[in-house]
């Protein structure tokens, strides 16, 4: 049954002053809508809609000063906190590389923009055209309110109604059938990659999915461990004080933690990173496979450690904490071959 927009309405006014319990992404859900659609029909009263080329916006939030961002998708959340600052923007790619605010934002899913007042909190939250949370930035303590007051004024949009249209989900990609994989060639042109950035070209090239791409490469290059160790993983880095890198992202944006982690506290389903300037939310429940894959670079090898759901989509990449054009730290190597292996997949398409 779709609920009328004064269901929609009630839901959000009792999310935004918490007489409504849990998140409002759980509240959408129980009524059968978007996220996005539930924040619109805030407009008018703790909600108001932002339009404009999202590269002006992002440029803008510098003039936040120190903020929370976060990005998150079904299995993960991603929380830092930081300034805005050296931002990038080409046409719909964004980059921001300022210290403990680093994103890769993909402007093209981008599709609807608020600045949101509840429970006691300002932020801006940016949906893509189907209404899924894509990435927010919540003011903190130290947040400039005039910043953010003249940010809104100057992006406020004509339309203030209390709905959207959103679009459906994009299709899932289409990909070659393993039995069409020339997997030789695929290893070969894996051996042959110098940089770990052209990983995602060769996917596209070969019409692989990325869980595909590691099944087929072999444990020359990726190998499957046992996902219950995820949190020993954490722990050890942490008793270590080793600065990682842990990437969490979705269809418009990836938000990137460098350092050391320290406080790991699980919780039912939940396994959690609880650092002054960094959290991680991740659900174990979620978490179904967790690979070891390694990249050659011109340095030498790339280390990472990727999970995945049980319908094999990547929700987290975790590697050592490395600057450009420098080797791979041998303690996280280390650490990471040292994590529990699982028995290979088996798959025997043509040209094994």
């Not at 050296?86 to 719909?92: E, K, L, P, R, W």
């Amino acid at each position: 049954m779709t609920p009328n927009s004064t269901d929609i309405v009630n839901a959000w006014n009792g999310f935004a002053t918490g007489t409504a319990k849990g998140y409002a992404v759980d509240i959408a859900k129980q009524l059968g809508v978007s996220e996005g659609e539930l924040v619109a029909a805030g407009c008018g009263s703790t909600v108001t809609r932002i339009d404009a080329n999202w590269g002006d916006v992002i440029s803008r939030l510098e003039e936040l000063g120190e903020v929370m961002v976060l990005t998150r998708n079904p299995s993960v959340v991603h929380e830092k906190t930081g300034t805005f600052g050296a931002v990038s923007i080409q046409g719909d790619m964004g980059l921001v590389l300022n210290g403990d605010v680093d994103l890769r934002l993909f402007l093209g899913h981008w599709g609807f923009g608020f600045a949101v007042e509840a429970r006691g909190r300002r932020s801006l939250q940016f949906f893509g055209h189907d209404g899924t949370a894509i990435h927010k930035v919540f003011l903190t303590d130290h947040s400039s309110s005039a910043g953010f007051d003249a940010l809104v004024t100057d992006f406020r949009a004509a339309d203030q109604t209390a709905q959207i249209s959103v679009l459906p989900p994009l299709p899932t990609p289409v990909t070659q059938v393993d039995e069409k994989v020339d997997v030789e060639n695929w290893r070969a042109h894996w051996r042959n990659m110098t940089d770990v950035h052209q990983f995602h070209g060769l996917l596209n090239d070969f019409n692989l999915g990325r869980h595909q791409g590691l099944r087929l490469a072999g444990p020359e290059f990726a190998e499957p461990l046992d996902p219950a160790t995820f949190q020993r993983l954490l722990e050890d880095t942490s008793a270590s004080a080793l600065p990682i890198m842990v990437f969490v992202g979705n269809a418009g944006a990836i938000q990137i933690h460098t350092g050391p982690i320290n406080t790991i506290r699980v919780m039912e389903n939940w396994v959690n990173v609880m650092d002054p300037r960094f959290t991680l939310h991740l659900r174990t429940d979620h978490l179904a496979e967790m690979w070891l894959v390694r990249k050659p670079i011109r340095e030498g090898v790339i280390t990472t450690i990727e999970l995945y759901d049980a319908d094999q989509n990547n929700f987290a990449i975790l590697c050592g904490q490395r600057a450009p054009k420098e080797a791979e730290s041998p303690a996280w190597q280390k650490l990471a071959e040292g994590m529990p292996r699982l028995a290979h997949p088996q798959s025997t398409p043509a040209g094994a």
